[in-house]
């Protein structure tokens, strides 16, 4: 089943998830095959303001277990934090290249 982790940063969050970011890039190339898709929620500035991901688990505590393996989620980068069921429905693959 896929779900959704979504994290959302906390207040003057940007240098802790800078500093952050490689380690978080290395734990999602190797979880390529289980994480699907993902990337920074932006805020009006343009600026990173949390996380999005889509991974395939077996069970909602198994997606939970992953997001909370994440090196953001370690490092206490978001202020809040879900996991919700997905149904991929639509995907445009020329889009997304």
Partial sequence: ?????????KPDALEL???????HIDYLTAKLG????????????GNPCGSMLVV???????ARAMF????????????TTTV?????VFFDHEAVG
């Fill in 17 to 23: 998830r800078k500093a952050t970011r490689p380690s």
């Fill in 68 to 79: 909370d393996e994440d090196p953001y989620v370690q490092a206490g980068l978001f202020a």
């Fill in 34 to 45: 289980k994480m699907l898709i993902g990337g920074p929620l932006l805020d009006a500035q």
């Fill in 1 to 9: 089943m896929h779900y959704m982790l979504l994290g959302y940063d």
């Fill in 56 to 62: 395939e688990a077996a069970s909602e505590a198994d």
């Fill in 84 to 88: 919700t069921p997905y149904r991929l």
